[in-house]
């Protein structure tokens, strides 16, 4: 019998400038990476804790990756939204879609990263 999991495991956010990203994404966030090299593209590892509920993925920069509008919306789990979207427009980011009401489930926003991707923000009602 097969165990019963969310469908999504893994992300990989595009970038062109590797280093760049990997500086926004630490001012926004405070997230560490570990660095590697895989088929041989360099990714960022977002953190990961195998005891932690969700997923994790990395910043990949090669030349299957292209930063974009377009495609799908990952979304970052934040304790203050409003703070969150600060940093980001701080650190060289655009706002896209301000804080809004998502009923029961919170709020979400989205901003352009460093990078030209369309990020995403939850933030849960206080219960």
């Given amino acids: 019998?097969?165990?019963k999991c969310n469908p999504v495991v893994y992300f990989e956010?595009?970038?062109?400038d590797i280093d760049r990203a990997i500086q926004f994404y630490?001012?926004?966030f405070n997230f560490t990476f570990e660095r590697e090299i895989i088929d041989n593209n360099e990714m960022a590892l977002f953190p990961?804790?195998?005891?932690?509920?969700?997923i994790s993925g990395a910043l990949a920069k090669g030349e299957i990756y292209n930063p974009t509008h377009n495609?799908?919306?990952?979304y970052f789990n934040t304790e203050?939204?409003?703070k969150t979207l600060k940093i980001a427009i701080e650190s060289g980011g655009q706002m896209l879609?301000?804080?809004t009401s998502n009923g029961d489930l919170g709020f979400v926003a989205e901003f352009e990263d460093s990078?030209?991707?369309?990020i995403a923000l939850h933030q849960p009602l206080n219960k």
């Fill in 1 to 3: 019998m097969t165990k």
């Fill in 13 to 16: 956010i595009p970038v062109t």
């Fill in 26 to 28: 630490k001012s926004v």
């Fill in 48 to 54: 990961f804790v195998e005891e932690n509920t969700g």
């Fill in 71 to 74: 495609g799908v919306v990952i």
């Fill in 80 to 82: 203050n939204i409003d």
């Fill in 97 to 99: 879609y301000p804080k």
């Fill in 115 to 118: 990078e030209g991707n369309r």
